[in-house]
């Protein structure tokens, strides 16, 4: 009968003939995790400024709306009661979606910076690792041909 070859000693063999450098990738862990860190602080930060405006935004309008729905003696008060609203919710929506806009284009600004520093750490993380891989696969090869 034939016997079935063990492949274990040869797996465990070819995987110590090309080392693999732990270091590279635990650093690229915590690269990552740093970058998905500050990039939900810069998502939660802008979230929460934005709940905030549309909160005064929605307080500032119910305020204004009292003063229409309030009784009016004239029938023309009501006309101009209307009027002033319209006219104050343009103003207040005007002014809450530049203050929007300025959380966009903050969350932008710090995204693209969050982006461009891992990118350069990215980079510089992977040419070492590819250094020393390169000496490690030749020193292996060094003394492989021995």
Known sequence: MTKA???TKIMQDMVGAFPVDTKA????FKTSAALSDKMSKVALDAAEKSSEI???W???TL???GSVSAAKTEPADYSKALTDFASSSAE???ENLAAF?????KVQAETVELMLAAGKDLSEETTAA???ATADVQKAAKAASK
């Open 63 to 65: 305020t204004k709306l």
């Open 130 to 132: 590819v250094k020393k």
């Open 54 to 56: 549309s909160a005064k």
């Open 101 to 105: 806009a300025e959380v966009a284009k």
């Open 58 to 60: 929605t307080k500032e």
């Open 25 to 28: 990738v635990e650093d690229a």
């Open 5 to 7: 070859q063990d492949f």
């Open 92 to 94: 207040m929506a005007a």
